[in-house]
């Protein structure tokens, strides 16, 4: 079982199973297969005339730091309460043949964490992945690579918040040596190690958790092997964290 993200199948460090391997090599066949066509398609004299056609949004094509400039900036249009009008009908026009979002997000499921609003958003900007806790299981870790490796999103965002519901429950469940009902123990599986490295720590016990949930979180996306470790390492994603506060609205980012 891992210990930073308490899933005994997790893909990251020198660890890699099948399923990592067949979506890797699936990746890589892909990216040879374009050559291959391309070869083609010089053989053919009408197809040498034909431009590569433009991402959907260009002005989502951005460097990591830009990435996450323009996110925090949109946070601040949130917090002020100064949303942008989106054309929602010419967005979904521009985006009926694909997407190119700016920046992944892996946040809480709480109802009350809307990273779309969070950020002031318009469609086909924000590759959002939620679940209770923002746990990084191999789902959306599969996800998080298919954004970063098919669609070129250059930052992810670990998102995690104030009142964390499923902190809470994991937090009482092991104080209390309770077995919650259902599929739940499970989620307390993967957020146990994060209570255990705050034990001891000054502060609010549910707050650190989360926090270092968080921490926990971003460190098995940066090192998830083979893809998200390779981007990382040719610096063309940058996964970092964040707490929303439920108050002001307001996204703190934390190392």
């Known amino acids: 079982m891992c210990q930073a993200c308490g899933f005994a199948d997790i893909i990251h460090g020198s660890k890699m199973r099948r399923r990592a391997f067949v979506f890797g090599a699936a990746a890589a066949g892909a990216l040879t297969a374009v050559p291959g066509a391309n070869a083609k398609a010089r053989k053919s004299p ?9 991402p959907p949004k260009p002005e989502n094509v951005l460097t990591p730091d830009e990435a996450l400039a323009r996110l925090m900036e949109g946070n601040k249009r949130y917090q002020q309460g100064l949303a942008r009008r989106h ?7 521009a985006l009926v043949g694909g997407q190119n979002p700016y920046a992944a997000i892996l946040s809480c499921a709480d109802s009350r964490i809307a990273p779309e609003y969070a950020f002031d958003s318009s469609r086909g900007d924000l590759f959002v992945v939620r679940v209770a806790g923002n746990v990084a299981n191999p789902y959306n870790i599969a996800s ?4 970063v490796e098919v669609l070129k999103t250059p930052l992810i965002l670990v998102l995690c918040h104030e009142a964390c519901g499923a902190v809470k429950s994991a937090i009482s469940s092991i104080q209390d040596h309770t077995t919650l009902p259902g599929h739940l123990p499970s989620l307390v ?6 209570v255990e490295a705050v034990r001891g720590r000054q502060g609010d016990l549910q ?3 989360t926090v270092e949930n968080a921490r926990m979180c971003a460190t098995t996306l940066e090192t998830a092997t083979p893809l998200l470790s390779a981007a ?6 940058k996964v970092v964290s964040g707490i929303y506060r439920l ?3 307001r996204v703190d980012l934390f190392a």
């Open 207 to 209: 707050e650190n958790a």
């Open 144 to 147: 998080l690579e298919y954004a």
């Open 189 to 194: 599986a993967a957020l146990t190690p994060a």
């Open 46 to 54: 009408s197809k040498q005339t034909k431009k590569p056609s433009s």
């Open 232 to 237: 990382v390492n040719e610096k063309r994603v």
């Open 247 to 249: 108050a002001d609205g």
């Open 87 to 93: 054309d929602f009908a010419a967005e979904r026009e």
